[in-house]
């Protein structure tokens, strides 16, 4: 039987879900992250999060080989090559949408 949120009607299969998401609207998020204090409602999340702060970036780039965190991040950077609006610095690996934002980087 599905469990229902009362402040916007979400269902979750499992109670302990429910409970998890209502801190959500509660705007308690107690996992926080020891390096620059972003705070998650959880542990999961906080876990992912860290990956930033690292030097593990296990998705690469096809195109340019540049990594990311975050599989989201790759596929918002992979669509830039694709469209033609991604110009990236050598050096760094920053992509910018112009050619005249890269050289003035």
Request: with cysteine; aromatic share 6%; hydrophobic share 25%.
């Amino acid at each position: 039987k599905p469990h229902s949120c009362p402040h916007c009607n979400k269902l979750f299969k499992q109670p302990s879900h429910l409970q998890t998401h209502l801190l959500t609207h509660q705007g308690t998020r107690p996992h926080k992250c020891g390096v620059c204090s972003k705070a998650f409602t959880q542990t999961s999340h906080l876990k992912r999060h860290m990956l930033l702060h690292t030097d593990i970036k296990p998705y690469s780039c096809r195109f340019c080989g540049r990594g990311f965190a975050y599989p989201s991040e790759l596929k918002a950077h992979e669509v830039k090559h694709e469209s033609g609006r991604c110009h990236v610095c050598v050096e760094c690996g920053l992509d910018f949408s112009t050619l005249t934002q890269l050289k003035r980087h």
